[in-house]
């Protein structure tokens, strides 16, 4: 059962465009919500995390908007720059019991110059 | 500070054959956790330690095991090999055992022939 889906699949944009990443999660006890960066051959990377008590959170160009009613949230990636073009995930987990992430499908961007 | 490295980068088995992979934690990092990462299947979670007790398990195999030492280092062992257990194998180190961020490791890349 995929808990976290997400989506589109890949995303191609010009520079200086706004990619749009959108997840959706099942699973009601998710309280943490993250994203995580990752370029080909390395490791992802943690951008940026959610708690579901703030509905937006902002870090540089990433912006992740969080609807708990929905149970969906999203990355916007403002001014997007070619070294923007990697795949993301979402992924959500429960705090209180510990540190299993539940990730979605990834996303991968590529940002035109 | 270093972040998580993991030993080997790559390394090539043969079906039926064991391996086991590394990973050392960012130093006063305490919570390791292992992770899958396949075309077909995404990031899975495998288990996750904290002081030296597994605290956590994902839906993989009785083949699949782990285990971390006193400086907070961790092993994890497959047994008996299979083709679909070509990865990339991630290591994730955290503070806590519980809900703070994850900071991953550049992985093992394992092919199974």
């Known amino acids: 059962q995929q808990q976290v889906k997400q989506s589109p699949q890949s995303l191609i944009v010009q520079k200086g465009g706004i990619p749009i990443i959108n997840c959706a999660y099942e699973?009601?006890?998710?309280?943490?919500f993250p994203w995580y960066q990752q370029f080909p051959g390395k490791g992802p990377a943690l951008l940026i995390a959610i708690r579901p008590d703030v509905s937006e959170k902002k870090e540089g160009r990433f912006t992740i908007s969080f609807n708990k009613s929905a149970k969906q949230f999203s990355l916007h990636i403002m001014d997007s720059q070619p070294g923007d073009s990697a795949t993301y995930f979402c992924?959500?987990?429960?705090?209180?019991?510990?540190?299993?992430?539940?990730f979605g499908g990834g996303t991968r961007v590529l940002v035109k110059p | 500070k270093a972040g998580v490295t993991q030993t080997p980068r790559y390394l090539i088995k043969t079906r039926g054959q064991q391996v086991t992979l590394s990973c050392s934690p960012i130093?006063?990092?305490?919570?390791v956790s292992w992770y899958q990462q396949t075309p077909g299947q995404g990031l899975q979670f495998l288990f996750e330690y904290f002081s030296e007790t597994q605290r956590n398990k994902g839906n993989f195999p009785g083949r699949f095991s782990g285990r971390q030492f006193s400086n907070s280092r961790s092993e994890m062992n497959v047994s008996t090999l299979e083709l679909g257990d070509s990865a990339l194998y991630l290591c994730?180190?955290?503070?806590?055992?519980?809900?703070?961020?994850?900071?991953f490791g550049p992985g093992t890349r394992l092919t199974v022939t």
């Open positions: 130093s006063g990092h305490r919570s």
């Open positions: 699973n009601t006890a998710f309280d943490y």
């Open positions: 994730a180190s955290r503070v806590g055992s519980r809900g703070h961020e994850q900071y």
């Open positions: 992924a959500a987990a429960i705090k209180a019991a510990g540190n299993k992430l539940t």
